[in-house]
T-cell receptor, first 116, second 112 residues
Framework: DAGVIQSPRHEVTEMGQEVTLRCKPI?????LFWYRQTMMRGLELLIYFNNNVPIDDSGMPEDRFSAKMPNASFSTLKIQPSEPRDSAVYFC??????????????FGPGTRLTVL | QKEVEQDPGPLSVPEGAIVSLNCTYSNSAFQYFMWYRQYSRKGPELLMYTYSSGNKEDGRFTAQVDKSSKYISLFIRDSQPSDSATYLC????????????FGTGTQLKVEL
C-alpha cells in the first residue's frame, strides 16, 4: 500500500490567494483527519470525517477554512483567502475503526504551506 | 490550559542513555494513550499504545500510564542516534470516534 498521499508537498503563496490541499487516504479506511502543526501550537486537529461525512469541525480556525470529502478516496482542505498566520505543515491521516485501542492513525508526509 | 501538556525540550542525551519522556493531562475521560514518533519533515507514526493504567513494553521502549496522577511516560533504554526524533503523546476517550488529542511533542537528540 502506498500509504496516505498528500499533494502538494510544498506550497508557497501570497496573502489573499486561495490554497487547496489534497489527500488520498489508505484504501479501505473509513476515518480521515486533517491536522495543522506549528512550533507554537503543536499538532492540532482541524476536522475529521467518518465514511465521507464531517463529524467534528470544531478545530477549523475560521470560515476561511473549509474541507470536503466527495468520496472515500479523496479529500480537500481549502483556505480562502490565505493569511501569513496560516503558514504551517498540514497533515492528513486516515484510520480504520475496528473498536480496538490500537486503531492507528496513519499520517501522510504533510504539506508545508508558506503564505507570504 | 491545554488538555495535554508535554515538555517541548529539546532533550539531548548521549548514546546508551535511558530517556524518560512525559505528558500530563487534565481530562479524566481519556482511556487510550499513545506515543507517536515523528522524524524531521515526516508525518508522525505510532510507536506504542496502552489502554487505561499500567505498563507496556516493546523492545527498548516502555510506556507507563498512571491515571490517578493523569501522567504518562515513555522510557527508551539504550538510546540510539536513530531514536533522534520528536515524540508526541496522544490520547482519546472511549467512543471518541478515533479523535486524538496530542501533546506538543518533545524533541529528542541522541548524540554519539
Amino acid at each position: 500500500d502506498a500509504g496516505v498521499i498528500q499533494s502538494p508537498r510544498h506550497e508557497v503563496t501570497e496573502m489573499g490567494q486561495e490554497v487547496t490541499l489534497r489527500c488520498k487516504p489508505i484504501s479501505g479506511h473509513d476515518y480521515l483527519f486533517w491536522y495543522r502543526q506549528t512550533m507554537m501550537r503543536g499538532l492540532e486537529l482541524l476536522i475529521y470525517f467518518n465514511n465521507n461525512v464531517p463529524i467534528d469541525d470544531s478545530g477549523m480556525p475560521e470560515d476561511r477554512f473549509s474541507a470536503k470529502m466527495p468520496n472515500a478516496s479523496f479529500s480537500t482542505l481549502k483556505i480562502q483567502p490565505s493569511e501569513p498566520r496560516d503558514s504551517a505543515v498540514y497533515f492528513c491521516a486516515s484510520s480504520l475503526a475496528r473498536r480496538l485501542a490500537s486503531d492507528t492513525q496513519y499520517f501522510g508526509p504533510g504539506t508545508r504551506l508558506t503564505v507570504l | 490550559q491545554k488538555e495535554v501538556e508535554q515538555d517541548p525540550g529539546p532533550l539531548s542525551v548521549p548514546e546508551g542513555a535511558i530517556v524518560s519522556l512525559n505528558c500530563t493531562y487534565s481530562n479524566s475521560a481519556f482511556q487510550y494513550f499513545m506515543w507517536y514518533r515523528q522524524y524531521s519533515r515526516k508525518g508522525p507514526e505510532l510507536l506504542m499504545y496502552t489502554y487505561s493504567s499500567g505498563n507496556k513494553e516493546d523492545g527498548r521502549f516502555t510506556a507507563q500510564v498512571d491515571k490517578s496522577s493523569k501522567y504518562i511516560s515513555l522510557f527508551i533504554r539504550d538510546s540510539q542516534p536513530s531514536d533522534s526524533a520528536t515524540y508526541l503523546c496522544a490520547m482519546r476517550i472511549t467512543g471518541g470516534g478515533n479523535k486524538l488529542t496530542f501533546g506538543t511533542g518533545t524533541q529528542l537528540k541522541v548524540e554519539l
